[in-house]
């Protein structure tokens, strides 16, 4: 393996010392760590077919019905804590 050189503004170099700092690793800990995690656009949709398919065909969820869209929609943001749950 072969190391790089990355440039980014400074601004953006300090935070990744904090968080490397915080997470007692290196700011290439923090880009590595990064990369390993993110999901690329391709892996997103193939996650999600995956799990579109178990849901239809091991719990019987209606995901093209509307009703239940939005109850499931409803579902993973109370999960998430990012919106509000019914």
């Known amino acids: 393996m072969s190391l790089t050189t990355i440039q980014v503004d400074s601004a953006v170099r300090d935070r990744l010392r904090i968080l490397a700092d915080a997470a007692g690793t290196s700011i290439g ?3 590595a760590d990064l990369a390993a995690h ?8 193939e996650r999600t077919a995956a799990a579109r398919r178990v849901l239809t065909e091991e719990f019987g969820a209606r995901l093209n019905d509307a009703a239940e869209g939005q109850r499931a929609e409803d579902f993973w943001a109370g999960l998430e804590g990012t919106g509000h749950a019914a």
Not at 38 to 45: D, G, K, S
């Open 38 to 45: 993110t999901l690329t656009p391709a892996e997103l949709e």
């Open 29 to 31: 800990g923090i880009v």
